[in-house]
């Protein structure tokens, strides 16, 4: 067998066109979607992440607001910036990008944020709505991860899920999405407590793995056809990316499976603009 590929390129284009779509009927109404983006010091990589994040936004015409902080800024100060932001009628959506430097508490500046402005859904408040199964933000890689898999039409109701990697940004907050009444998946979340990771993905229908670590997951630890949703990047000598999957080995055997770079990644980038879309129409009074 030979796994079909899951474009997530192709899907998250498809998605930015409608949210485009969608930004000018509200601009129609006089409503335009703004996402502010706390840098705080001159890490590189997060420079890159957050520079993409803005060609997103203006690629959709939403409004953009970078901020960028010194290294050395307080907590207090990176606080009072925050608040300013959460007073701003202009700004939708707000986002602090990890990792801050050290000295700095990432937990409470996402608990600062306004909930309702909390478009990376990492706020106790919208991790709390998940868990009771009213969700509002969710973070942007689960959600990418179940759109991807309706795309393709892979039934997740009624199916195994085996997620590998229990993060607060990933494995944990999907392992919640698919396992409410509204998905209906089955969901075992393995971990590095986990005593034989190969007897648990092979149980299942779809793998998801997200670990951060090449090689977790490789050809004779799935049954033929399961569905593979590859959501971590490792980076070679010569900077190209690669995922935690073997994905060569694994693609022999899987029924569908992401590639890396080109699948979870871009559903990411577009699920965090169709969030600051949602809290834009809430903000707004529109239903969304
Ligand atoms: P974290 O480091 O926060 O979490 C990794 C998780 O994987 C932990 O729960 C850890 O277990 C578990 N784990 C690590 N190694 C193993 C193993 N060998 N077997 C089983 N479980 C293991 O990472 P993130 O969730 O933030 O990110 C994971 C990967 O996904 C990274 O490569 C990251 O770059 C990528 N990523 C990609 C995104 C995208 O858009 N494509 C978005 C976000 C992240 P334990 O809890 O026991 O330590």
Not at 227 to 236: F, L, P, S, T
């Amino acid at each position: 067998m030979t796994a079909r590929i899951i474009d997530g390129k192709a899907v998250a284009a498809a998605i930015r066109d409608r949210i485009a779509g969608e930004v000018a009927g509200l601009a129609a109404a006089g409503v335009v979607p703004g996402l502010a983006a706390v840098l705080v010091g001159d890490d590189p990589a997060s420079a890159v992440y957050v520079d993409g994040k803005e060609r997103d936004c203006r690629a959709v015409r939403m409004r953009w607001l970078g901020v960028r902080l010194p290294a050395g800024t307080t907590q207090r100060d990176l606080h009072r910036e925050i608040d300013r932001l959460n007073a701003d009628p202009d700004v939708s959506g707000i986002i602090v990008q990890m990792p801050l430097p050290g000295g700095l508490d990432a937990v409470a500046a996402q608990e600062r944020i306004d909930p309702a402005k909390d478009v990376d859904g990492l706020h106790p408040v919208n991790g709390g709505r998940l868990l009771r199964g009213d969700p509002t933000f969710v973070p942007a890689t689960p959600l990418g991860c179940q759109l991807l898999l309706a795309e393709y039409g892979i039934p997740v109701a009624g199916a195994n899920v085996v997620i590998v990697g229990r993060s607060q940004l990933v494995g944990r907050p999907l392992a919640l999405l698919l396992s409410l009444r509204a998905a209906n998946a089955t969901v075992t979340l393995c971990h590095t407590g986990t005593a034989d990771l190969a007897a648990h993905t092979r149980r299942a229908d779809i793998v998801v793995v997200a670990t951060g670590h090449p090689h977790t997951l490789t050809a004779e630890m799935i049954v033929p056809g399961a569905a593979v949703v590859d959501v971590g990047i490792n980076r070679r000598a010569d900077g190209s990316l690669f995922g935690d999957v073997d994905f060569p080995e694994v693609a022999r055997v899987a029924g569908a499976i992401t590639p890396v770079p080109g699948g979870v990644g871009p559903m990411t980038r577009a699920m965090l603009l169709a969030n600051t879309l949602l809290a834009a129409r809430r903000h707004a009074g529109i239903a969304g």
